[in-house]
């Protein structure tokens, strides 16, 4: 279904609301023919719980961003948030919003295998009783070829590291070093696509064909 919304019966029609700021996400949605009546980033609190592992953390992080916005938005509607996780192990990367901090990614990310966590939920508002709560987690493989110094240089003079998980987008510059994936493409650039339109065939209405 292209369009911002879905039937709901006799009912007025529901919103989909994207809970996040991400371009990448929104046009992910414009792929499979989905346009969020709205667009609302969940201003919430990220940072991880004392020995907090990454699949947890992704999970709990898209329900509470979806939790909040589904507080906010007035009339029926259904939130869709997500977030998405590097892992090295155990370890939980941070999203790189500066220069040192996407360099120290890549340099640990360099010649090795790390898992990408997407967690997706699905909230409907008060007002839409008849949606309901559904989650979904992606686990994804992606290994880098071994970066040298100029290639890390290379790749924090391209930019596109920015905000990133990780310190890269696997849709940007960093492609080209990455080796080995396995897993939903999709998911690693911030939406896995088959889940989420899983997820919505799951809510009453015609979501999706």
């Not at 989909?16 to 371009?23: D, G, I």
């Not at 969940?42 to 507080?71: C, S």
């Not at 990780?166 to 911030?190: D, E, K, L, N, P």
Request: hydrophobic fraction near 45%.
């Amino acid at each position: 279904m292209t369009g911002t919304t879905a039937p709901a019966g006799a009912e007025a029609e529901v919103r989909l609301v994207l809970a996040s700021a991400s371009p990448r996400r929104l046009d992910l949605l414009r792929q499979i023919g989905l346009v969020p009546g709205q667009v609302l980033p969940a201003n919430i609190d990220e940072t991880p719980g004392r020995d907090e592992l990454p699949r947890p953390y992704a999970e709990r992080l898209a329900a509470e961003k979806a939790a909040h916005v589904a507080g906010q938005v007035e009339g029926p509607a259904l939130i869709l948030a997500a977030d998405t996780v590097v892992a090295l192990g155990r370890r939980i990367l941070p999203k790189a919003e500066d220069e040192q901090t996407a360099r120290a990614c890549l340099e640990q990310l360099s010649g090795r295998r790390h898992t990408v966590f997407t967690a997706i939920a699905l909230r409907p508002t008060p007002a839409w009783a008849q949606g309901r709560a559904s989650n979904r987690i992606v686990a994804s493989t992606v290994t880098f070829s071994r970066l040298t110094p100029a290639q890390i240089d290379a790749l924090i003079a391209a930019g596109d590291w920015q905000g990133k998980a990780g310190g890269y987008a696997i849709q940007g510059h960093a492609a080209a070093f990455v080796r080995f994936m396995s897993g939903s493409y999709t998911g690693i650039v911030g939406l896995p696509l088959f889940e989420t339109a899983q997820l919505l065939r799951g809510q009453k209405g015609s979501w999706l064909s």
